[in-house]
């Protein structure tokens, strides 16, 4: 069984830094691509930043100089590391497949950021 777990959202302050990170289980990583979604109250889910196979990375023109997507596949791993968080970057951050598979979405984890 596949599953993707989140974690290392908080609460922090305009200008801080966090870094969330996707353990894999019941799958090597290493031939898909990954992303990093968000759901900001009241918005629909979005992609934040995606990471092939090969290790190219894109993002959403919001984040882009600020976050940065990586994986680790030996560990079975993908990390969001994200700098100079904005109020706008408020929301539920989810991990999954560079084409994500509605079955395995996680709970998620809430980052908060005060002004």
């Known amino acids: 069984q596949v599953q993707l777990v989140e974690s290392g959202g908080g609460l922090v302050q305009a200008g801080g830094s966090l870094r969330l990170s996707c353990a894999a289980s019941?799958?090597?990583?290493?031939?898909?691509?990954m992303g990093w979604y968000r759901q900001g109250p009241g918005k629909q889910r979005e992609t934040v930043a995606t990471i092939t196979s090969g290790g190219i990375t894109d993002y959403e023109d919001s984040v882009k100089g600020r976050f940065t997507i990586s994986r680790d596949n030996d560990n079975k791993m993908v990390y969001l590391q994200m700098n100079s968080l904005k109020p706008g970057d408020t929301a539920v951050y989810y991990c999954n497949f560079e084409m994500p598979n509605p079955d395995i979405w996680g709970q998620g984890t809430q980052v908060t950021v005060s002004s």
């Open positions: 019941g799958i090597d990583i290493n031939f898909y691509g």
